[in-house]
């Protein structure tokens, strides 16, 4: 793949529009072709919002992702779905996110639902337009799901998830997909305390069969669960393990952190293309183009242009949408004006 120097990317997620955030509450209100042109009018927005502001790489923005029957659980047999947040008053917090109870084999069908986002945004995106699939992998996936007799711990879950995942990886190459990123947070929110050599072999098995067959990448960011962060917020943890990803593209939140351990890029650099996050996605300061070019420049000093991309910290989900847009365009800005420099 012949990529663009300081390419402009996203993770994944985008802003529902309000309505579409109302319907997703209010579901019983519509039929079934009413759930479908909505998602289809939604999927439209997002990727008018992120063409226009001239990203080379943009995704579906998440937008059927509405509610437990179209989230990875509702696509998953063997789970009791947890109606009732475990706190519901107080701030916003991950604590609030119920976990799934395990009753059974966990099994996936008709796997997880990302084949069909798949080919709706083929559909729908401009022809020439370069598209990504995002999946979470199975130990970030494993996170809400309760384990039980059947399956002990959060490992064993994990183990449960991880064919599933790797089919479903296998079914988006087979529908065209040319770029997946597999969303590991909690390996990076984890690194710190828990073995990285065992999240690095949970991530290799996961992508065997597809390694080579599309360019991979893998989100590894600190949480963002209405803004707030979770994790231990330090890249160091990670390395050198995470360097045996095998993946062409890693991506690490920075603007949040302030550009904390940015040297750190080039060892990843060594061995993948690097993805950093130049958006801040938590803050609503809107970064100029020239924040952002300043900011590309910080990170040239540790990795060539060619294995540099630049994207938010995180997916977007989380931010207004106006906000969301204006930080899309003027990160496109500043990677342009970097690139009239090389
Ligand atoms: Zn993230």
Redesign the pocket.
């Known amino acids: 793949m012949n990529l663009t120097p300081i390419r402009t990317i996203v993770?994944g997620s985008y802003p529902f529009p309000a309505w579409l955030e109302y319907a997703s509450g209010n579901l019983d209100q519509f039929g079934s072709a009413d759930v479908e042109e909505m998602i289809n009018d939604a999927v439209v927005a997002a990727i008018h919002d992120q063409v226009t502001a001239g990203l080379d790489l943009i995704t579906d923005g998440e937008q059927t992702r509405l509610d437990f029957n179209l989230s990875f659980y509702g696509f998953l047999q063997g789970i009791k779905k947890e109606t009732k947040s475990p706190r519901l008053w107080g701030p916003p917090a991950h604590d609030q996110r119920g976990k799934h109870q395990l009753i059974g084999d966990l099994v996936a069908p008709n796997g997880l639902g990302v084949v069909q986002e798949f080919l709706r945004l083929k559909t729908l995106a401009p022809k020439d337009q370069a598209l990504k699939a995002s999946i979470p992998g199975p130990f970030t996936l494993s996170g809400r799901l309760l384990p039980n007799n059947q399956y002990p711990d959060r490992y064993a879950v994990t183990e449960a998830l991880l064919p599933i995942v790797r089919t479903e990886l296998e079914d988006l190459v087979k529908a065209g997909c040319q770029e997946i990123t597999i969303d590991e947070?909690s390996m990076s929110c984890y690194a710190y305390k828990e073995s990285t050599k065992r999240f690095v072999d949970i991530f290799n098995r996961t992508v065997e069969s597809v390694e080579g067959k599309c360019r991979l990448s893998t989100?590894l960011?600190f949480g963002?669960f209405k803004g707030h962060p979770v994790g231990y917020r330090r890249i160091a943890p990670m390395l050198p393990d995470f360097l045996d990803f095998k993946v062409d593209e890693v991506h690490v939140e920075m603007a949040n952190r302030e550009f904390a351990e940015i040297e750190l890029i080039s060892e990843f650099a060594k061995k993948m293309d690097v993805a950093v996050g130049v958006v801040d996605v938590k803050s609503y300061y809107i970064e100029t183009p020239e924040d952002v070019a300043e900011r590309i420049k910080i990170c040239l000093k540790y990795i060539s242009p060619d294995k540099l991309a630049v994207a938010p910290d995180?997916?977007l989900s989380q931010t207004a949408r106006w906000a969301a847009k204006q930080k899309l365009v003027n990160m496109v800005q500043g990677a342009q004006m970097m690139r009239k420099q090389l």
Request: charged share 0%; net charge neutral; aromatic share 0%.
């Open positions: 993770i947070p989100h960011c963002n995180c997916g």
